[in-house]
């Protein structure tokens, strides 16, 4: 039998989203309306809206829907934000922030899932979203300060030269360390205020580790 692919929507919003204090409208609407299935291979799709990380290729994954909205959450958008995701994959985060802001920068290291972005983001109506090639620890800074950074997977910390790329004011959501089985690792909201970056950690979260990170002696805490 055929998957319901809305109704299965539906039922992620009402049993993983609303009972994980995912309050925000804008966020509960594009996750609700944005087809997830699209994204995944094909013997994938059936699993689109299971409370679980789901291989893409290459090693990665899309993140968890519940994780993915209380970051995007954390980060407070507003309809006039620039926002980076970095991590973008096939470009199903990107497509729920580009909902919510003025436009998006989808950074992907990976040739073909960025690639299969360029193909996938226009038939959802991501107009606003940009996908760039390149290093993911580096971000892009030719697309200027930006007022949100979304890293779309687990992280040992946060790379200097992506904050760098904070606006004044602006946040930065990822999950720090985990990726291994019963060591969650940790939500963290960043902000830039007077020129100065700080983090703190929101909430336990695991989720897989995104590759392009393994340099700590770039990090800063």
């Known amino acids: 039998m055929p998957t319901d692919f809305a109704l299965a929507r539906r039922n992620m919003v009402e049993s993983q989203l609303r009972p994980n204090h995912i309050i925000h409208p804008g966020v509960l609407e594009a996750l609700a309306l944005l087809p997830r299935e699209r994204f995944l291979p094909d013997d994938r799709a059936s699993l ?5 990380a789901l291989p893409v290729g290459g ?41 919510l802001v003025r436009s998006v920068v989808a950074l992907e290291s990976d040739s073909a899932l960025a690639g299969r972005a360029r193909q996938l983001l226009p038939t959802v109506g991501a107009d606003n979203v940009t996908v760039v090639e390149g290093a993911l620890d580096g971000g ?6 930006y007022d949100i950074i979304l890293i779309e997977g687990a992280v040992p910390a946060i790379p200097d030269g992506l904050t760098r790329q904070l606006a004044e004011g602006g946040r930065l959501v990822a999950i720090i360390g985990g990726g291994q089985p019963g060591y969650p690792g940790r939500a963290h909201l960043g902000r830039k205020d007077g020129g100065v970056f700080s983090s703190r950690p929101v909430f336990d979260a695991g989720t897989p580790m995104l590759p392009g990170f393994e340099q700590p002696s770039r990090f800063v805490f």
């Not at 892009?140 to 300060?145: D, F, P, T, V």
């Open 48 to 52: 689109a809206y299971v409370d679980e």
């Open 140 to 145: 892009h800074s030719a697309g200027g300060l």
């Open 59 to 99: 090693g990665r994954y899309l993140m968890e829907p519940m994780v993915l909205a209380r970051l995007i959450q954390l980060a407070q958008p507003s309809e006039g934000d620039r926002a980076l995701v970095v991590g973008a994959g096939p470009g199903y985060g990107a497509a729920v922030m580009g909902r």
